[in-house]
């Protein structure tokens, strides 16, 4: 499957995150409160950016059953973010004043340009590394059962049943619209690279 050569392919950038400074905070609740506060609210702005991509796919999807899953994938986007302004409001993030940093409109630019420029197979190989790794992440923090801490949430979302399937419709997609290209295996590289950058960015704030 195409999806699963990229993720080995890429599984290097995956240990790269599990292993973070950023999510070992989060898997044992030591991570400062202003971290988590700034990643709640890049990451607000970064999954609006997320489900316009998604309806993009949709609307380019050649095939009704293409174009059914990249709108289902879009609405789970919208549920995530109303858990954002949960969050958002118990960690005092104004999400209306949150403005990208550096590493958010990277990431937030390099998808709407593909999804705008790209076929269908190409924007879920570029959207993919964000659902495959968070389901990653959620599971291997999950293991040994969900611990009882500030961001216990957090972990409890990203390894609960109902997301493990939405990361597994997406990587679907790729397998059904992408090939394993030069180009697609550099979005989807480039995206992994963009997630690390992402964690790194929240860690740097003091």
Not at 4 to 29: M, P, Q, T, Y
């Amino acid at each position: 499957m195409i999806s699963d050569e990229l993720w080995k392919d890429n599984l290097d950038l995956a240990a790269s995150c599990l292993e973070h400074f950023f999510v070992r905070g989060i898997a044992d609740g030591s991570l400062e409160r202003q971290k988590f506060a700034y990643y709640v609210g890049q990451d607000a702005f970064f999954l609006e950016s997320f489900a316009r991509a998604y309806s993009i796919a949709a609307a380019k999807s050649p095939d009704f059953s293409a174009f059914t899953t990249f709108h289902n994938l879009a609405g789970g986007v919208l549920e995530e973010l109303q858990l954002h302004k949960s969050y958002a409001r118990e960690w005092n993030v104004d999400l209306q004043i949150q403005q990208p940093g550096n590493a958010t409109r990277r990431y937030t630019d390099f998808l709407l340009a593909t999804a705008w420029s790209g076929d269908i197979g190409l924007i879920a190989a570029a959207m993919s590394p964000c659902m495959s790794l968070y389901a990653f992440l959620g599971t291997e923090l999950a293991k040994n059962g969900i611990p009882n801490h500030q961001y216990a949430d957090w972990i409890r979302t990203y390894s609960s049943s109902d997301f493990q399937p939405l990361a597994e419709k997406l990587a679907n997609l790729v397998d059904s619209h992408g090939n394993y290209s030069a180009t697609v295996k550099s979005a989807y590289r480039y995206a992994m690279l963009c997630e690390l950058e992402f964690f790194q960015a929240a860690w740097e704030v003091s």
